[in-house]
């Protein structure tokens, strides 16, 4: 396919100043998508250059910061409203998120209320308030942020399977709502990516842990961010046209693996 892959596209997404967001925003960028970052901290967990700063200055495109918590709904709404100002939305990528190991009996109330709030709500809600600009707009693409824990479940992480569970049957449903607007949503289901996710939230990269991890992958390594944002990127781009209501596993093949 000639020429950039989202010319003159514009992209918001949600989660996009650290790990998979940040990579995701940056593929996006260097194909020519301008990018709306949204996001509760502009500062990358991982250090370095704020992510809008980062693809305007090394893309040539124009992005945005907005500071957004996805449970708040006006927060969400704002960011998908910024895009207006960059040519409108065209690809909205559902990636924020939190993960955490919990003991089943143990957990209260409002662990679970928080959990459920953003890795379900705020994707929910993320896809309303796109949906609504896109059908106005002619149509656009969805790519929530699910997990392999949404295939699979896992003793330790009984909420968070829950969660990502939701959003990969909720990916499904909006494939046939949206459909008939020209809207195809997708999810991707990354396995163990090396973000701060896995080094402070639940601490395996770096210790004793990671060993058992690589080899119940037969590719033998850890996921980097730049593995889910190329997924993204295919998701998001006239590549994928005919592909909607899909799951696109990234994950060395530990899923499916014996």
Same mark, same amino acid.
């Given at each position: 396919?000639?020429?950039?892959?989202?010319?003159?596209?514009?992209?918001?997404?949600? %989660?996009?100043?650290?790990?998979? %967001?940040r990579?995701?925003?940056?593929a996006?960028?260097?194909?020519?998508?301008?990018?709306?970052?949204?996001?509760?901290?502009?500062?990358?967990? !991982?250090g370095?250059?704020?992510?809008?700063?980062?693809?305007?200055?090394e893309?040539?495109?124009?992005?945005?910061?907005?500071?957004?918590? +996805?449970?708040?709904?006006? $927060?969400?709404?704002?960011?998908?409203?910024?895009?207006?100002?960059?040519?409108?939305?065209d690809?909205?990528?559902?990636?924020?998120?939190?993960?955490r190991?919990?003991?089943?009996?143990?957990?209260e109330?409002? *662990?679970?209320? @928080?959990?459920m709030?953003?890795?379900?709500?705020?994707?929910?809600?993320? *896809?309303?308030? *796109?949906?609504e600009?896109?059908? !106005?707009?002619?149509? &656009?693409?969805?790519?929530?942020?699910?997990?392999?824990?949404?295939? !699979? &479940?896992?003793?330790g992480?009984?909420?968070?399977?829950?969660?990502?569970?939701? +959003?990969?049957?909720?990916?499904?449903?909006?494939?046939?709502?949206?459909?008939?607007?020209?809207?195809?949503?997708?999810?991707?289901?990354p396995?163990?990516?090396?973000?701060a996710?896995?080094? $402070? $939230?639940?601490?395996?990269?770096?210790?004793?842990?990671?060993?058992?991890y690589?080899?119940?992958?037969?590719?033998?390594r850890?996921? @980097?961010? !730049?593995?889910?944002?190329?997924?993204?990127?295919?998701?998001?781009?006239?590549?994928?046209?005919? +592909?909607?209501?899909?799951?696109?596993?990234?994950d060395?093949?530990m899923?499916?693996?014996?």
């Amino acid at each position: 396919m000639p020429g950039p892959l989202l010319d003159d596209q514009t992209a918001v997404i949600t %989660g996009g100043a650290s790990g998979n %967001g940040r990579s995701i925003a940056t593929a996006f960028a260097e194909e020519g998508a301008n990018v709306v970052v949204a996001d509760i901290r502009s500062d990358p967990r !991982e250090g370095g250059t704020p992510t809008h700063e980062l693809v305007q200055d090394e893309c040539g495109v124009d992005a945005v910061y907005v500071e957004t918590d +996805v449970t708040n709904l006006g $927060d969400l709404e704002a960011a998908v409203d910024a895009a207006d100002d960059l040519g409108g939305i065209d690809i909205m990528v559902n990636n924020a998120g939190i993960f955490r190991e919990e003991t089943f009996t143990e957990v209260e109330e409002d *662990a679970f209320e @928080q959990m459920m709030d953003i890795n379900v709500k705020g994707v929910y809600f993320g *896809a309303q308030y *796109a949906a609504e600009k896109m059908a !106005e707009n002619g149509g &656009g693409s969805i790519v929530n942020m699910s997990s392999n824990a949404g295939l !699979e &479940g896992s003793a330790g992480f009984v909420t968070y399977c829950t969660s990502k569970g939701a +959003v990969r049957l909720m990916t499904y449903a909006l494939a046939d709502e949206l459909g008939p607007e020209n809207i195809r949503v997708n999810a991707i289901h990354p396995g163990a990516i090396e973000t701060a996710m896995l080094r $402070d $939230d639940v601490q395996i990269v770096g210790t004793e842990a990671e060993a058992g991890y690589r080899q119940a992958i037969p590719l033998r390594r850890l996921g @980097q961010p !730049e593995d889910v944002a190329d997924a993204a990127l295919y998701l998001a781009s006239d590549l994928a046209s005919y +592909v909607n209501g899909e799951s696109l596993v990234v994950d060395g093949g530990m899923t499916n693996a014996g």
